[in-house]
């Protein structure tokens, strides 16, 4: 897991390069208490979900997790 330090209206870039044509930028749009607000922009055609309904997505049938997922598994000990 790669881990980043933003402030507020900071933003990291993923894809654009490297044989990964699509770019995904995050923006920290706000910072308040415990919650931090991200600002996503990509293209249209590249979905964006939490977590928990890319899981639940993936529970049901409506995406393959194995191609569609994050590059590491998510593994819970436990």
Do not use: I
């Not at 330090?5 to 894809?15: F, H, I, L, P, Y």
């Not at 490297?18 to 590249?46: C, H, I, N, Q, S």
């Not at 977590?51 to 049938?61: D, F, K, Q, S, Y």
């Amino acid at each position: 897991m790669l881990v980043l330090s933003r402030k507020n209206r900071e933003a990291v870039v993923v894809g654009g390069g490297g044989g990964f044509p699509g770019l995904l930028k995050v923006t920290v749009l706000e910072v308040t208490g415990g919650k931090v607000k991200l600002g996503f922009e990509v293209d249209a055609d590249v979905p964006v979900h939490r977590l928990e309904v890319w899981e639940r997505m993936c529970a049901n049938g409506e995406v393959d997790g194995r191609t569609a997922g994050p590059a590491a598994p998510l593994a819970q000990s436990g």
